[in-house]
T-cell receptor, first 114, second 111 residues
Framework: ETGVTQTPRHLVMGMTNKKSLKCEQHLGHNAMYWYKQSAKKPLELMFVYNFKEQTENNSVPSRFSPECPNSSHLFLHLHTLQPEDSALYLC?????????????FGPGTRLTVT | QKEVEQNSGPLSVPEGAIASLNCTYSDRGSQSFFWYRQYSGKSPELIMFIYSNGDKEDGRFTAQLNKASQYVSLLIRDSQPSDSATYLCAVNLWAGNQFYFGTGTSLTVIP
């Protein structure tokens, strides 16, 4: 266990549904991240939060909406997704930002959009 | 052009051999370099990071960085079957705080 938990571990949703992914870190870190991992593609950094403030949004479609209520929790709200959004969504945290610090990854949420 | 390129493999080496994994990057502004290991069905975990040109050793692992040629490599000595995994190269660009992963190289160590 890395100290980063994610729920749910698996999610199947229709294109008209609204769902949320949750991430919690128990490491006392200040920075949290959302990544997307698709088959045959590199891990893509989606969002970066440092001390609860969003610092990076790497051209992610607005159907993905992050929320960071405190330094320990991170959410990814999903609505009107497309089938190509099916992927493994990984949450990570690090002691601080910038991204020179070791990142600790959660187990991921396997998302399938039907 | 991809920011970070890796040979996807698969790379197979016999147990006890040296496994050599390579990574090239396109942006000369890249400042720090990471190797993560990802077992099948698991999340990535950090093996090593390197900032300066040259070699950095940690146990059986050695990271090598050559900024002039824009490549970073990972050597695994005395490879073990437990080293069988996908190895992800990652690069941090300080300008704009961009962080890029390669697609990974799949390594199989044959007993």
């Amino acid at each position: 266990e890395t100290g980063v938990t994610q729920t749910p571990r698996h999610l199947v949703m229709g294109m008209t549904n609204k769902k949320s992914l949750k991430c919690e870190q128990h490491l006392g870190h200040n920075a949290m991240y959302w990544y997307k991992q698709s088959a045959k593609k590199p891990l893509e950094l989606m969002f970066v939060y440092n001390f609860k403030e969003q610092t990076e949004n790497n051209s992610v479609p607005s159907r993905f909406s992050p929320e960071c209520p405190n330094s320990s929790h991170l959410f990814l709200h999903l609505h009107t997704l497309q089938p190509e959004d099916s992927a493994l969504y990984l949450c990570a945290s690090s002691q601080d930002f910038p991204l020179d610090y070791e990142q600790y990854f959660g187990p991921g949420t396997r998302l399938t959009v039907t | 052009q991809k920011e970070v390129e890796q040979n996807s493999g698969p790379l197979s080496v016999p147990e006890g051999a040296i496994a050599s994994l390579n990574c090239t990057y396109s942006d000369r502004g890249s400042q720090s370099f990471f190797w993560y290991r990802q077992y099948s069905g698991k999340s990535p975990e950090l093996i090593m990071f390197i900032y300066s040109n040259g070699d950095k050793e940690d146990g059986r692992f050695t990271a090598q960085l050559n900024k002039a040629s824009q490549y970073v490599s990972l050597l695994i000595r005395d490879s073990q079957p437990s080293d069988s995994a996908t190895y992800l190269c990652a690069v941090n660009l300080w300008a704009g705080n961009q962080f890029y992963f390669g697609t990974g190289t799949s390594l199989t160590v044959i007993p």
